[in-house]
Antibody, heavy 120, light 110 residues
Framework: QVLLQESGPGLVKPSETLSLTCTVSTYSITSDYYWGWIRQPPGKGLEWIGSIFHSGSAYYNSSLKSRVTISVDTSKKQFSLRLSSLTAADTAVYYC?????????????WGQGTLVTVSS | QSVLTQPPSASGTPGQRVTISCSGSNSNIGRNSVNWHHQLPGTAPKLLLSDDNQRPSGVPDRFSASKSGTSASLAISGLQSEDEADYYCAAWDDSLNGWVFGGGTKLTVL
């Protein structure tokens, strides 16, 4: 069992930058998996934001790429999301997840999610 | 607009077999693994089935998946009330270089 726990502010103002952290427990963040962020606006479907490998190699959703940075801190067993220039459309539950991207591809573990509301 | 296409809803009575479809393209389902995730109200998604019907521990074999070309399906046999949930398909997209999801199917057990 891999435990993923998101942390960060629940309320952020428009135009500001969101910072979230995911802490990985019971598994090594330096193993051969990608670590990703996925969000879900209230009442809507899932949207992939981006993923990172422990080496720092990252992939981003092209629709968000100009506003997103994902980083990893292996010493703390954490990876982080920064999303800038927030608008109300960024209000969502943000999930971190573990991903297999190779010969096969699977999102096999999800965090419990954290609701982020963008409002003044 | 989701890259993968799922019906918004599905329903069945207890004991029935229901299927949920997921349509994509050559850059995602046509080349890569399809995952199925389920999400109970107010909770995080969980992996239900991965490539070649690999089931995480605890997922009953009433759930099965198949794929043909650029389409995939999830089948649930012996439908139970606790199967009421939202179901999402997901796949890696080689053109977009990222994960794509279906819009989700809300399953109702009548």
């Amino acid at each position: 069992q891999v435990l993923l726990q998101e942390s960060g502010p629940g309320l952020v103002k428009p135009s500001e930058t969101l910072s979230l952290t995911c802490t990985v427990s019971t598994y090594s963040i330096t193993s051969d998996y990608y670590w990703g962020w996925i969000r879900q606006p209230p009442g809507k479907g899932l949207e992939w934001i981006g993923s990172i490998f422990h080496s720092g190699s990252a992939y981003y959703n092209s629709s968000l790429k100009s506003r997103v940075t994902i980083s990893v801190d292996t010493s703390k067993k954490q990876f982080s999301l920064r999303l800038s220039s927030l608008t109300a459309a960024d209000t969502a539950v943000y999930y971190c997840a573990r991903e297999i991207v190779g010969a096969t591809q699977t999102i096999d573990y999800w965090g419990q999610g954290t609701l982020v509301t963008v409002s003044s | 607009q989701s890259v993968l296409t799922q019906p918004p809803s599905a329903s069945g009575t207890p004991g029935q077999r229901v299927t949920i479809s997921c349509s994509g393209s050559n850059s995602n389902i046509g080349r890569n693994s399809v995952n199925w995730h389920h999400q109970l109200p107010g909770t995080a998604p969980k992996l239900l089935l991965s490539d070649d019907n690999q089931r995480p521990s605890g997922v009953p074999d009433r759930f099965s998946a198949s794929k043909s070309g650029t389409s995939a399906s999830l089948a649930i046999s012996g439908l139970q009330s606790e199967d009421e949930a939202d179901y999402y398909c997901a796949a890696w997209d080689d053109s977009l270089n990222g994960w794509v999801f279906g819009g989700g199917t809300k399953l109702t057990v009548l």
